[in-house]
């Protein structure tokens, strides 16, 4: 074969690579990320399931200065080797911020007061609807920027941002830059008529799941209480996943409705209460369908705090923050697990009936990890 002609056929075949390389990321720069879904699989690298506990008094007051023998984790009513990670803040953290800006948040961008209604310079309707203006909405989290900026530089933390309506979209992806995350912030603007809010729970986890190990998993989401729209995730894919996970999950809630499950849970059952080895899963389903946010928080261990405007928003994420950091680390390695959900119990060795104690109450077992 005349040389001149293979190497014409090469180079033919770099530019079709080429352009059909570029085709490819073209379409994924457009695409959403419900339909994107760039990451395949949870992480299970390890068979260490991850128990965060926070110590209270009934006060509120976190107590600190507890060891490993102080406390007992049982698996299904079985007791386990507890390990405590005696310097957290050696361990980096991730953070997703799970935002919605959908659905009834998108009143959050229109209905605030604020002194350029008067402006002279906008329309009627730039008065009306902040939307409409070229200046960001002012919103009850409007504080959120730079209380992320104190929280990133003290835990030596990275963040990223996923917003929702009726589909989910990374906002800003990981960054340790806490100027840019606050600036991303500032670029915010309203969405559809949607809330996928278990879509952004399963895309916010998987994207945790992928960073390196070594670092703590949080997931904070903003959000009203009921999902509207998800069409990628279901409740039971969404419980399975968090219970898989080892992601510690927080919540903040607006418009919150009441719910009847609150105090289970808030906590774990004292010594003297007849302790729950399994909520069955469709009970830990139906809270779920009731407050999604409230729910996952509880199915997780974490806390759960609402909120109708910034001063009140900024107490609970205060609150929140406290939470994250004044946790004890905790661990256990189940022995052999029997696949699918495990019940998960933390209490003192030594009883003191004016402490409670928040930890995750569940983790699913797979085939070769827990």
């Known amino acids: 074969m005349d040389r001149s002609n293979v190497t014409c056929s090469v180079q033919l075949c770099r530019w079709i690579a080429l352009v059909l390389f570029l085709q490819a990321v073209w379409i ?7 339909a ?21 008094t009934k006060a509120g007051e976190i107590r600190y200065g507890l060891e490993a023998k102080d406390f007992v984790i049982e698996d299904d009513g079985v007791e386990q080797d507890v390990t405590l990670d005696e310097s957290p803040e050696r361990e980096p953290m991730s953070l997703v911020v799970a935002l919605q800006v959908g659905h009834k948040a998108s009143s959050q961008f229109k209905r605030k007061a604020d002194t350029s209604l008067y ?15 070229k200046r960001p909405c002012p919103t009850a989290i409007g504080g959120l920027g730079s209380m992320m900026a104190a929280f990133m530089d003290e835990t030596k933390g990275e963040a990223a941002l996923v917003t929702f309506d009726s ?39 998987k994207l945790l799941d992928s960073r390196p190990k070594g670092r703590r998993r949080i997931l904070l989401l903003i959000s009203e209480s009921r999902d ?56 830990w389903i139906g809270m779920l369908q009731k407050n999604v946010g409230q729910g996952i928080a ?32 905790l661990s256990f390695q189940p022995r052999r697990p029997k696949p699918g959900p495990h019940a998960i119990r933390v209490h003192l060795r030594d009883p003191q ?18």
């Open 28 to 34: 994924t720069s457009i695409l959403p990320i419900s």
């Open 36 to 56: 994107q879904e760039p990451i395949a699989t949870l992480r299970s690298e390890s068979n260490v399931v991850l128990v965060p506990t926070l110590v209270q």
């Open 119 to 133: 402006d002279r310079f906008y329309s009627e309707e730039e008065r009306k609807d902040c939307r409409f203006r």
């Open 167 to 205: 589909s989910v979209h990374l906002f800003q992806d990981f960054t340790e830059d806490t100027a840019r995350f606050s600036d991303r912030l500032k670029a915010l603007t309203p969405g559809d008529d949607g809330a996928a809010i278990l879509d952004a729970v399963r895309y916010s986890v």
């Open 228 to 283: 509207h729209g998800s069409r990628m995730a279901n409740f039971r894919d969404v419980f399975k996943q968090l219970a898989v996970s080892n992601t510690l999950v927080c919540s903040l809630t607006f418009s919150p409705l009441r719910s009847e499950f609150v105090e289970g849970l808030r906590a774990n059952p004292t010594d003297d209460q007849k302790p729950n080895l399994l909520v069955p899963l469709s009970a």
């Open 298 to 329: 509880g199915v997780m261990g974490g806390e759960n705090r609402k909120f109708k405007n910034k001063v009140t928003f900024d107490a609970a994420f205060a609150s929140v923050d406290n939470d994250i950091r004044g946790r004890y680390l």
């Open 353 to 370: 009936r004016n402490l409670v104690l928040r930890a995750r109450s569940q983790y699913w077992a797979i085939e070769g990890h827990p």
